[in-house]
């Protein structure tokens, strides 16, 4: 997607855009054939999950913005930008831009939940033991589960591990995505947006691939005099357990009414790390001083996925791999390099 500048009766400049669509027919060839493998495996109801999920979905992503916009308004005030940013925000193209970015976002996790949730339908083996012991054998030995849940047995270390794995993870997603898709540069909005889609896609195909529960499922006995002292994770994975239970009863065609597509199980790869590698990644191009809050929740989520067991080594790993890699090719894909430090440069002036 590019956007060029055309004359207005010799005053100005008006900027139109341009479309590229890759984005979109990308993901639509996703939810067509996340929905054919479904649909081979007896799970047929298309529309009807389509609609469920932008029921779901889409509505969280324009309220996000909605939020954003009047506070980004208030940032561009302060430094006499308002006006400009509200002929923007009231543009034809600009609006446009974000109908399609919150579409094309909410069908993005609608293949995420929908592939992850139907794991134990879709490919119902399991690399739990060989992820345990590929951990192993790059950990010289010993498994980094148990290293790191002895290293920070702290009651106190544990409780807030447990709490920060368990929240903090929203705080990137409900920062990053209404600060990055209320800008004005339509390639830096369409980049973010883009390459988050790709981020979530892809994770969810992983999942299909290496089917795995994660450790804390798996050997629950490495967790057991620990076990008491993990209030959020217990209650997700007996939310999450449950929920595993409903979908293996669609094997004997049984669909439970309570059945959510939020919370499926699967460990690799460890997409709370992916995501807040992308997103602390994206905010350093500009501002690194902010960014070095959001590399603070990496190294948190990172760290709490390995002590909570909710992952193996080799999940997280493969989430800071992934995370930067979507990062990395929306950088060079939409050749952002020159925009975003401008864009950069504006916002650390204004910081000052």
């Known amino acids: ?17 341009v479309p590229w669509f ?53 940032w561009e005030r302060r430094q006499g930008r308002g006006v400009q940013y509200l002929a923007e925000v009231k543009s034809r193209r600009w609006l446009i831009s974000s109908v399609r970015i919150a579409v094309f976002w909410t069908l993005a996790l609608h293949v995420y939940f929908w592939i992850k949730l139907l ?12 992820l345990w012991n ?27 591990m447990d709490w920060v794995y368990a929240n903090l993870f929203f705080a990137a997603v409900v920062l990053s995505f209404p600060f ?9 909005r369409f980049a973010y947006a883009s390459s988050g889609g790709v981020l979530w896609i892809g994770g969810s195909w992983m999942y299909l ?55 499926g199980v699967a460990a690799f790869p460890s997409m709370h790390v992916a995501f807040q590698t992308f997103v602390a990644l994206w905010v350093m191009r500009f501002s690194k001083r902010v960014s070095l809050f959001f590399f603070l929740l990496l190294t948190a989520t990172f760290l709490g996925s390995i002590v909570t067991g909710w992952h193996y080594l080799i999940d997280s ?3 800071l791999a992934w995370g930067a890699l979507c990062y990395w090719g929306a950088v060079v894909g939409f050749r952002l390099n020159r925009e975003m430090r401008g864009e950069a440069r504006n916002e650390r002036r204004d910081e000052k």
């Open 22 to 74: 890759g984005y979109d027919l990308f993901v639509v060839s996703q939810v067509l054939l996340a929905h054919l493998i479904m649909s081979a495996h007896g799970i047929k109801v298309f529309w009807r999950l389509i609609l469920w999920s932008l029921y779901l979905f889409l509505p969280v992503l324009v309220i996000s913005m909605l939020v954003g916009v009047p506070l980004r308004w208030l």
């Open 209 to 263: 691939a290496v089917p795995s529960l994660g450790p804390g499922f798996r050997y629950p006995d490495v967790w057991g005099e620990f076990f008491r002292l993990f209030h959020e994770s217990r209650y997700w994975q007996y939310r999450l357990l449950k929920n595993y239970l409903m979908v293996l009863d669609l094997r004997r065609g049984v669909l439970n009414p309570k059945l959510d597509i939020m919370l």
């Open 134 to 160: 590929l951990d192993r054998t790059i950990f010289f030995g010993m498994s980094p589960n148990i290293f790191f849940l002895n290293l920070f047995s702290s009651p106190v270390l544990i409780r807030i």
């Open 180 to 188: 990055f898709t209320t800008l004005t540069s339509d390639r830096i």
């Open 317 to 319: 790993l493969a989430g």
């Open 1 to 17: 997607m590019t956007l060029v500048e055309e004359r207005v009766g010799g005053a100005g400049t008006k900027r139109t855009l």
């Open 119 to 130: 794991v134990p339908i879709l490919n119902p083996r399991s690399f739990d033991a060989a």
